[in-house]
């Protein structure tokens, strides 16, 4: 079994047929770095910032001081010496995952909702459990045998969206994977079931089998379990360290079990109807009926609707993207097998419990549900509007996304603060994400110009949207090519602590905080095989999380926040004005009211 905190000392085998990605992210200029960053910063600080003042304490410190230039020769020797596979941000990128010690609940975990069955005769729980798993063993078997096709991103994270689960230690947690596992892990009522779902030479059982297997499990009479091994994932790290510590002495066999499953899935007892519903199944659901630890986990609720969500150090959205688009084109051609001599049981794994773990579990569980009873979750959707009206009136579809949520936070706080937008590197080796900061000198104008009681007039208006569009584009483009700061940054500060070098000034005052703390942290994730959007939690406790979808003719985001520092019904508020005006703008209507002579 393969056990370490960093992706960079695997050596696992990578299918032949994926290694298509043969060029690397160039680590970007400090001219760029500078620049960049005190565009963010300006932004950040106010509308009109004297940077004179703060210029030591600023990124272009880092150029004049001299420090910026050997940091960056470091930089580019460390990435001259790596391992051509890796990018220069790789291993600074997978430690910073690994030694965080807050919760991955709401911090990493982002959870997706899977189009619905539109065939009423398969749309109960079983059916759909049944299809998915299916579905996604032939996608396992596909990735294992080397049989997927040629794909476009970097598939160097492929081998761990199987088989591998986060494993919390002191300081840093590790990954831990067994390619040779045939099984998955289900929980049902909080309790834990495994299933072998595939035989002694790895070919995939019948679906009927399987289905019945999941049957058994939904058909165990015994009372739900309120207090699940699931919580104990929820909690932060260090907390779970020592409870984790307890359960390998104890129930060893059981936790191997669940580490080395294929992936979970999770057989919920009750229903999502609503948006809201729905949406959060897929982002928290019931804690007690999840195990947030394993590489991805997908959760079926009793009327048929399918989430999944992944645990985010190995891997980013575009690998689940991939395989769940591959999975629903598979589902839709799945057809139950009538027939079958195969058998496979689902096997109760029953934890025997010290008092010891009892008495962590029960504060696990208050914990957790305390964290999660902070954060406040709103669905918004407007359906004035997408991506058909914004290519037609000449602007990028994400631009005016990313404008919505300037222009509420202007009316909202009357401000602009540090804004996250996740931009896909998996073109590159080993590519994760780079930031776009969506915050611009532009969405100030546009904020600014929208404002009710702004003379800008419905064409200046116009021009500046279509010149804001321009920008944003800029922006997206070089974040896809890893020409933004905020890695660059991260890696310049990281290569200064590998070299044993005391932290620089730079990152301990308050304008660096103000450059790196995000309160509006957006990603948006469009795909065939999903609907609604991405959601996720804020990443600051007077921030917002903005999972988005700007579909053909309506936008959708779930607002997440924790009030009373933040508060997703204000926002949505904002949200609802600023696109009631970006709909008079694209009808040609003058939003404002008359300004009297």
Same mark, same amino acid.
């Given at each position: 079994?393969?056990?370490?905190? +960093?992706?960079?000392?695997?050596?696992?085998?990578?299918?032949?047929?994926?290694?298509?990605?043969?060029?690397?992210?160039?680590?970007? @200029?400090?001219?760029?770095?500078?620049?960049? /960053?005190?565009?963010?910063?300006?932004?950040?600080?106010? %509308?009109?910032?004297?940077?004179?003042?703060?210029?030591?304490?600023?990124?272009?410190?880092? +150029?004049?001081?001299?420090?910026?230039?050997?940091?960056?020769?470091?930089?580019?020797?460390?990435?001259?010496?790596?391992?051509? =596979?890796?990018?220069?941000?790789?291993?600074?990128?997978?430690?910073?995952?690994?030694?965080?010690?807050? +919760?991955?609940?709401?911090?990493?975990? #982002?959870?997706?909702?899977?189009?619905?069955?539109?065939?009423?005769?398969? =749309?109960?729980?079983?059916?759909?459990?049944?299809?998915?798993?299916?579905?996604?063993?032939?996608?396992?078997?596909?990735?294992?045998?080397?049989?997927?096709?040629?794909?476009?991103?970097?598939?160097?994270?492929? #081998?761990?969206?199987?088989?591998?689960?986060?494993?919390?230690?002191? !300081?840093?947690?590790?990954?831990?994977?067994?390619?040779? /596992?045939?099984?998955?892990?289900?929980? @049902?009522?909080?309790?834990?079931?495994?299933v072998e779902v595939l035989d002694r030479v790895g070919a995939i059982r019948s679906s009927l089998a399987i289905r019945q297997a999941l049957q058994q499990i939904l058909d165990d009479k015994r009372p739900p379990e309120d207090l699940g091994l699931g919580y104990f994932t929820a909690l932060d790290r260090d907390s779970w360290v020592e409870p984790r510590k307890e359960l390998d002495a104890t129930n060893g066999g059981l936790m191997k079990t669940v580490d080395e499953a294929l992936f979970v899935v999770c057989l919920d007892d009750a229903d999502a109807s609503t948006e809201k519903e729905v949406i959060f199944n897929g982002l928290i659901g019931n804690p007690c009926n999840r195990w947030y630890d394993k590489c991805f986990e997908v959760m079926i609720t009793k009327n048929g609707k399918i989430n999944i969500h992944w645990e985010h150090s190995w891997g980013d959205g575009a690998i689940i993207i991939q395989m769940m688009n591959a999975v629903y084109d598979d589902m839709k051609r799945y057809e139950p097998v009538l027939g079958s001599d195969e058998h496979i049981p689902a096997v109760k794994l029953d934890p025997v419990l010290t008092e010891t773990s009892k008495s962590q579990l029960a504060a696990a569980r208050t914990v957790v549900n305390k964290t999660i009873g902070k954060m406040d979750l709103i669905p918004f959707q407007f359906h004035g509007f997408g991506k058909n009206t914004c290519k037609k009136f000449g602007v990028s579809p994400d631009s005016i996304s990313q404008l919505i949520f300037q222009v509420a936070q202007w009316r909202h706080r009357a401000n602009a603060v540090g804004t996250y937008e996740s931009c896909s590197t998996s073109a590159f080796r080993s590519g994760r994400t780079e930031t776009i900061r969506s915050c611009s000198k532009e969405t100030k104008s546009c904020s600014l110009?929208?404002?009710?009681?702004?003379?800008?007039?419905?064409?200046?208006?116009? /021009?500046?949207?279509?010149? !804001?569009?321009?920008?944003?584009?800029?922006?997206?483009?070089?974040?896809?090519?890893?020409?933004?700061?905020?890695?660059?940054? %991260?890696? *310049?500060?990281?290569?200064?602590?590998?070299?044993? *070098? #005391?932290?620089? #000034?730079?990152?301990?005052?308050? !304008?660096?905080?103000?450059?790196?703390?995000?309160?509006? @942290?957006?990603?948006?994730?469009?795909?065939?095989?999903?609907?609604?959007?991405?959601? %996720?939690?804020?990443?600051?406790?007077?921030?917002?999380?903005?999972?988005?979808?700007?579909?053909?003719?309506?936008?959708?985001?779930?607002?997440?926040? %924790?009030?009373?520092?933040?508060?997703? +019904?204000?926002?949505?508020?904002?949200?609802?004005?600023?696109?009631?005006d970006l709909h008079a703008v694209f009808t040609g209507k003058n939003f404002k009211p008359a300004r009297s002579a």
């Amino acid at each position: 079994m393969l056990n370490d905190r +960093s992706l960079t000392t695997l050596s696992l085998r990578r299918p032949r047929s994926l290694l298509m990605i043969s060029n690397r992210v160039m680590i970007p @200029s400090i001219l760029t770095l500078i620049s960049l /960053s005190l565009s963010a910063l300006s932004l950040s600080l106010s %509308f009109s910032i004297s940077l004179s003042r703060s210029i030591r304490c600023s990124p272009i410190y880092i +150029s004049i001081s001299g420090v910026g230039p050997s940091l960056q020769h470091a930089l580019v020797d460390y990435d001259k010496a790596l391992d051509q =596979r890796f990018s220069y941000v790789h291993e600074a990128w997978s430690e910073m995952y690994f030694t965080d010690r807050l +919760s991955i609940l709401i911090n990493q975990i #982002p959870g997706l909702t899977f189009q619905d069955e539109i065939d009423p005769a398969r =749309r109960s729980q079983v059916e759909r459990a049944t299809s998915l798993v299916s579905s996604l063993l032939r996608y396992h078997v596909a990735l294992r045998d080397e049989k997927l096709p040629p794909l476009k991103n970097c598939t160097l994270a492929y #081998p761990y969206l199987f088989q591998t689960s986060r494993i919390p230690r002191p !300081n840093a947690d590790v990954l831990t994977r067994n390619p040779e /596992s045939r099984h998955i892990v289900v929980v @049902s009522k909080g309790r834990l079931y495994s299933v072998e779902v595939l035989d002694r030479v790895g070919a995939i059982r019948s679906s009927l089998a399987i289905r019945q297997a999941l049957q058994q499990i939904l058909d165990d009479k015994r009372p739900p379990e309120d207090l699940g091994l699931g919580y104990f994932t929820a909690l932060d790290r260090d907390s779970w360290v020592e409870p984790r510590k307890e359960l390998d002495a104890t129930n060893g066999g059981l936790m191997k079990t669940v580490d080395e499953a294929l992936f979970v899935v999770c057989l919920d007892d009750a229903d999502a109807s609503t948006e809201k519903e729905v949406i959060f199944n897929g982002l928290i659901g019931n804690p007690c009926n999840r195990w947030y630890d394993k590489c991805f986990e997908v959760m079926i609720t009793k009327n048929g609707k399918i989430n999944i969500h992944w645990e985010h150090s190995w891997g980013d959205g575009a690998i689940i993207i991939q395989m769940m688009n591959a999975v629903y084109d598979d589902m839709k051609r799945y057809e139950p097998v009538l027939g079958s001599d195969e058998h496979i049981p689902a096997v109760k794994l029953d934890p025997v419990l010290t008092e010891t773990s009892k008495s962590q579990l029960a504060a696990a569980r208050t914990v957790v549900n305390k964290t999660i009873g902070k954060m406040d979750l709103i669905p918004f959707q407007f359906h004035g509007f997408g991506k058909n009206t914004c290519k037609k009136f000449g602007v990028s579809p994400d631009s005016i996304s990313q404008l919505i949520f300037q222009v509420a936070q202007w009316r909202h706080r009357a401000n602009a603060v540090g804004t996250y937008e996740s931009c896909s590197t998996s073109a590159f080796r080993s590519g994760r994400t780079e930031t776009i900061r969506s915050c611009s000198k532009e969405t100030k104008s546009c904020s600014l110009a929208m404002d009710h009681d702004h003379p800008a007039s419905l064409e200046e208006i116009v /021009s500046l949207l279509k010149k !804001n569009s321009e920008k944003h584009v800029t922006l997206c483009k070089d974040a896809a090519q890893g020409q933004g700061f905020d890695r660059h940054l %991260f890696a *310049l500060r990281w290569i200064n602590k590998k070299q044993g *070098l #005391p932290d620089l #000034p730079l990152f301990s005052h308050p !304008n660096h905080s103000k450059l790196s703390t995000i309160r509006l @942290s957006t990603s948006t994730v469009a795909a065939p095989c999903l609907q609604l959007c991405l959601a %996720f939690g804020p990443v600051s406790d007077d921030g917002l999380g903005l999972g988005y979808l700007m579909d053909q003719e309506s936008f959708l985001t779930a607002v997440t926040s %924790f009030p009373p520092a933040s508060s997703s +019904s204000d926002f949505v508020r904002h949200l609802q004005s600023t696109c009631d005006d970006l709909h008079a703008v694209f009808t040609g209507k003058n939003f404002k009211p008359a300004r009297s002579a």
